[in-house]
Structure formats: C-alpha cells, structure tokens
C-alpha cells in the first residue's frame, strides 16, 4: 500500500450498478489527499501569511575565516557555480595582501567582517579598549583596499572564538556598536588529518538537529572547497535556506533561534519589543 493510499480514506459505493461513481470518488480524493502533501512540502517555503513576511525556518550561513588567500579566486568561483552567498571573517593585512580578491568577495556581495588585523589576540584579552583601535584600523584598510568610503561593517568574530575572552572584552565590542559571532557546526578544516570526507562528516555530524546554522570554515582549506558541493547539497536537501550574517532587524528573528554564542547590538526598548513580538507572532521563542 504506498503512502498516498493509506492517508486516503475509504469510500463505500452509494450503489451497486455504479462502479463508475466509486472509482471516480476514489480518484478525486487521492487528488486531494496528494495536494494535502504537497502543500505540506511546500509550506517551509511559504514567504506571505496574513499580509506579513515569513522567514525561513531553516536556515545555513556559510562562514570563511582568515581571508583572503591565493586561492580565493577559488573558492569564490565554487560559490558561485553553486549559486550560494557567504560571510567573509577578514584579516586587515591580509586584505592588503591581496586586495584584488578582496574586491572579488564585495563585488559578489558577501558580506565582509573583521578578523581582527592579523589574528592576534593578546592584546584585546588584556586591555578591551584595543578593540577601538582594532576596529579603527580595520575599517580604515577596507576602505583603502576598496576604494568605497562608504564601505561599513559592524561584524566581529574573535580570533579561535569568543570562549577565552574575559568578559569585558565581549561586552566592549557590543558598547563600541558591533556584534560577535562563533559558530554552532564546523568543517574542522584546520586539522591535519582531515580530508574531503572527513570535512563533509564534520558538518553533518555538528548540523544533526540544528535548524539555524553558522557554519566554520577556513579560507585558503583545499579539502573545504572540494567539500563544498557536497556541503552545499546536504543542506539543500535538509530544507535550509543559504543567507548572510548582518545585524538587520529580519537576521535577529532568525539568529534569535540560534544556539551558537554571540551578541548583537542592544536595539534599544523600542526595537527590543518589536524583535520580541515579532518572535511571538510566528510562535518562535528567543
């Protein structure tokens, strides 16, 4: 008995001498009981409900840390065949390093964060107010590389993560306007034992029963991008929808469901009750 068949109940014939009529009843309510599974398919997909925007429920942001590289030409060209957006943790020297790739990544329009100027972390853990300068210098090479004055960001990802930062570090961050980001899945891509299977095990095996996701990669890591379209295919099939970090008020409903440490900007009273009802109104909980 296939699925269809045992979801459809079962009509009795009004009459003997009609089995036309019993077959066509039949037939009309396998219609609708296989447009009720379709509809049920398609409705993660649904964007309006009752005049408002819905959001994904399943969403991935593909993150690339240490950039750019020699190869990000590379990489850039993978993301592009498979038609995925990305979230770029920069180095300021590196950027210098190689300028044009760093144009490469804003004119695909990935978003583009800070990695701090060279990886170091010492500095900030000790004195917080570093990450001023940090920052400084950071959107001062961004605009030299790109030539945009009004290039801006306001995305921070601590080098190795924010969990050996003392508090005071974290909280600076968000007091000087920008937000932090970890992660909650990764590729393990700096390990020296792994290879393209071994990426692609690591991402599924840190995805299991995650609906939003931030996925950690390297820039530069050869196995990521061979991993890439299996990564990319897996996520696809698991019903996730492929975005950019920000910090827009439509990125907070959703990361506002994601596990991974992070903080944002406060939005003020204002913006916190709106964020907070418009949680509520779709059923979501902070």
């Given amino acids: 008995m296939s699925y269809i068949n045992h979801m459809v109940p079962k009509v009795k014939a009004k009459g003997k001498g009609r089995p036309w009529a019993f077959a066509s009843e039949c037939a009309g309510i396998k219609r609708l009981g296989l447009l009720f599974m379709l509809v049920c398919l398609l409705l993660p997909l649904v964007t309006v409900a009752d005049g408002k925007e819905q959001l994904p429920q399943k969403v991935v942001y593909l993150t690339f840390d240490d950039g750019p590289k020699k190869t990000t030409p590379e990489l850039l060209a993978i993301l592009d065949e498979l038609d995925v957006p990305a979230t770029f943790f920069l180095l300021g020297y590196q950027a210098r390093a190689f300028p044009e790739y760093t144009r490469m990544i804003y004119e695909r329009g990935d978003t583009i964060a800070c990695h701090t100027m060279d990886h170091s972390s010492g500095g900030i853990k000790d004195e917080p ?19 945009d004055e009004t290039f801006t960001t306001d995305l921070f990802r601590f080098p190795g993560g924010s969990t050996s930062y003392p508090f005071p570090t974290k909280k600076m961050v968000t007091d000087l306007g920008w937000s932090w980001f970890d992660w909650n899945a990764m590729t393990r891509d700096t390990y020296d034992d792994m290879n393209e299977k071994a990426v692609f095990a690591s991402v599924r095996n840190t995805t299991k029963g995650r609906d939003v996701v931030i996925l950690l990669a390297h820039d530069g890591k050869k196995n990521t991008r061979l991993a890439l379209p299996d990564i990319v295919q897996y996520y696809r099939d698991g019903g996730y929808t492929f975005r950019r970090l920000s910090t827009s008020m439509e990125e907070r409903r959703i990361l506002a469901r994601c596990p991974a440490h992070m903080r944002l900007p406060d939005l003020g009273p204002e913006g916190e009750q709106l964020l907070l009802e418009s949680l509520e109104a779709r059923g979501w909980s902070r």
Avoid: I, T, W
């Avoid at 107010?129 to 030539?147: A, I």
């Fill in 129 to 147: 107010s570093q990450l001023q300068l940090v920052f400084r210098r950071f959107m001062k090479e961004m605009h030299d590389v790109l030539g």
